[in-house]
């Protein structure tokens, strides 16, 4: 079973920034194609980026194009999202998540695509 954990969380203020990380361990990180999904209150969880298990291919949505970077560190099984330019619609928790793929390059946009998942950083946006 993999294990799923996110951080970097917590209060920013409009304009600023953040980073949020997820490790993942009992496995072969790089064999997960990975994704950042977000859910605010009230509203369906959506999908935020996405980046291939090689870190080759990326695909965003496009409300975060420009303002959010995926990014991860095989080596150090970590995934990164980098969070600039943040909006108070930004404001929600934050979910990493794993599927295994085959190829170096193939993204999952669909969260039924994903096998695990982590509980969830909080992250909030005050105007």
């Known amino acids: 079973q993999v294990q799923v954990v996110e951080s970097g969380g917590g209060l920013v203020q409009a304009g600023g920034s953040a980073r949020l990380s997820c490790t993942a361990s009992?496995?072969?990180?790089?064999?997960?194609?990975m994704g950042w999904f977000r859910q605010a209150p009230g509203k369906e969880r959506e999908f935020v980026a996405a980046?291939?298990?090689?870190?080759?291919?990326?695909y965003y949505a496009d409300s975060v194009k420009g303002r959010l970077t995926i990014s991860r560190d095989n080596a150090k099984n970590t995934m990164y999202l980098q969070m600039n330019s943040l909006k108070p619609e930004d404001t929600a928790v934050y979910y990493c998540?794993?599927?295994?793929?085959?190829?170096?390059?193939?993204?999952?946009?669909?969260?039924?695509?994903?096998?695990?998942w982590g509980q969830g950083t909080q992250v909030t946006v005050s105007s």
């Open positions: 998540a794993l599927g295994r793929d085959f190829n170096d390059y193939v993204v999952k946009l669909r969260a039924y695509e994903y096998t695990y």
């Open positions: 980046i291939s298990r090689s870190g080759g291919g990326t």
């Open positions: 009992r496995g072969t990180f790089s064999s997960y194609a």
